[in-house]
């Protein structure tokens, strides 16, 4: 939930000047989105995402970003569309930040996934994969494995306020992941934070993915454990295997697994759900005064990393191989 | 900026189901209003705007709030029109909150108001009290003089932590307004909140009203006492009588003021300043942890009350009585 910056009329009447989408008619901050502040926006051409991309967003990051939303787009990925302004540029300037307008996707994303949606996420994860193999851009991800120590060491200090024993108890994974994390994997662009906020449905059908900034260039099979863990867990902390096996096989249905990634599936998910603790803990240890942001809780994957610890193989996340 | 409560798909459609709107395409949490929770929801039937009624708004006054939008619809006047379930009904429940559906109106609120903006509004002010005047039902206004004595007991403990002397001034002023308070003035329906967020146009054109939410009976002349403190003074304090001017001729121009409603304006701009510093520092002294609306500031309605308290005659807010 994000609206970080005001607007002036003027500010946005000289930025859509160069676009051909007609007259603003209306204009809303979104409460929804954490990175970046969002805006509704209607014109004469219809309804609009408006993004302003704040400070946790690198700049040089966004050609990557809106470049290959414009690729999926024309691959049929459902998806943001870039709108291109008169000059053919997909990124402008508002209020001192970069800007870019992309079409308004309708949709639901499921605050109660069941089965269905799983395997509809694990499906559109593969066609994701399949759709971008011929992205020519690559952009490296920041937040695998070489980047959690130093996530670790900004929230070392701090680490037991939120549980007695964290601090040690991640220092330990991540030596162990730093020694176990697999080389080689099928890799291209994968999405990186495929959580149920960015996935629409309408009724039963995947009707389309958002938020793409934590895209990148890394192993598709780490793409489907960042899922397992944000989408295969029940509010009590269990894995849902049933929830696992939809996934994972409708995945396949799309893009096979090699024996590597199956293999490697569990290191994997031990790996992501230690990036979303980290950058949880980072988050909750550093909410600013006068936040408008609820950080979301780092316990969550503190549970989910232990379960991983104590799977031996594919087979249980549902895997059928 | 607010949206407080979560609902989820199967809540919405059970609630919807009540309506002939059609099928329901996305839904979004918006980052505006205070009180309320507001959803932007587009259907098959087009956008409209859900609001989930929080605990700050009394359920009782609901249907005076409801009728009254319907009633101000009817007359032609430009503001958020209820949209009724298939029994008629404008309110509904949902997520164990009372809930409305109204629908959505085009238009920006000016960031930064100009004396043109202030001509609409005095204008569209007047013209909703005319279109108010047979609204048969009737709300008291609990934040008139009678109800700042309470919210002053509520602060007054801890009032000078946000300016040293405040809690002996805002007494004094009490003590000054309930001796002093008009009585017998011209009533009606009044907005009692009409603040450039809840004005919105389309380039000049003053194109709707919304949020209602503190509409009650009261004097004509106190709302726009409210209006002057909200939309004529400048970002350094100054009161622009050019705005003044602007304001109080296009209300006249639809709705005379009554010699006594001239003689009262002072009065009833102290009166405003009071109310809104008192409702603001209350709110400024209970953000609760983990708030996620940013309190408005209370001494900006010490400086306000403080240029009030030096004036004379309506004159100095541009009425050419």
Redesign the interface.
Known sequence: ???YT?????E?AAFLARYDIG??????????GVENSNF?L?TDAG?FILTLYEKRVNEADLPFFLGLLEHLSVKGLSCPQPVKARDGALLGRLADRPAAVVT?????W???PEVKHCAGVGEALARLHRAGADFPMRRANALSVAGWAPLFRAAEARADEVLPGLAVAIAEELSHLERAWPQGLPEGVIHADLFPDNV?F??DRLSGLIDFYFACTDAFAYDLAICLNAWCFEPDGAFNITKGMAMTAAYERVHRLTPAEVAALPTLARGAALRFLLTRLVDWLNVPA?A???PKDPLEYVRKLRFHQKVANAREYGLLA
Chains 1, 2 share one sequence.
């Open positions: 939930m994000a609206v005001e607007i002036t009329d003027e946005l007259r603003v008619l209306s204009f809303k901050g979104i409460a929804e509704l209607h309804f308004f996707l309708d949709g639901l499921p605050r109660r629409f309408l009724g006068g408008m942001v609820r």
